[in-house]
């Protein structure tokens, strides 16, 4: 059976208050963009934050990936594309792009790795929950 992708693209239009005294986004920045990124996915893919939430759990970033290839000016159009990677194990993986709306060329690359804790216990989830492997399931993704 041959895995869907599953992904989303989000515009990003850096504000001023985002900029530093380069004229170009600051670097922790970013990651505000990787979260508008994660966000829409959510929403397109039934995988919010709430709907998580309310399934019992919460989803922490515990690792976080960037390299920075291109800086991204104040006023400068961009999209995230944010791609669900699975994984066997209790985790939400994501691979980003931040591209140039203007010229396609790549700013920044990165990754997120999200665990699974119990929102009552607040104890680390060591095997996906069944919600989650339903989730895979109901959009054609190898448990």
């Not at 939430?53 to 800086?71: D, Q, R």
């Not at 961009?78 to 010229?103: D, G, H, Q, W």
Request: hydrophobic share 40%; with cysteine.
């Amino acid at each position: 059976m041959e895995e869907k992708t599953l992904s989303v693209r989000t515009k990003v239009r850096p504000r001023f208050s985002e900029i530093d005294a380069m004229t170009i986004v600051w670097h922790g920045n970013y990651i505000k963009f990787l979260e508008d990124g994660r966000e829409d996915f959510g929403i397109k893919y039934g995988l919010d934050y709430m709907s998580v939430y309310e399934a019992g759990y919460m989803t922490p970033v515990v690792k976080l990936n960037i390299e920075y290839k291109s800086p991204v000016f104040y006023g400068q159009e961009a999209v995230v594309e944010t791609t669900f990677i699975n994984s066997p194990a209790a985790k939400i993986v994501f691979e980003y792009k931040i591209l140039c709306v203007k010229r396609g060329s790549i700013f920044t690359t990165a990754s997120t790795q999200q665990v699974f804790i119990n929102a009552q216990t607040r104890e680390l989830e060591l095997t996906p929950p069944k919600f989650f492997e339903e989730w895979k399931k109901k959009r054609g993704i190898e448990v």
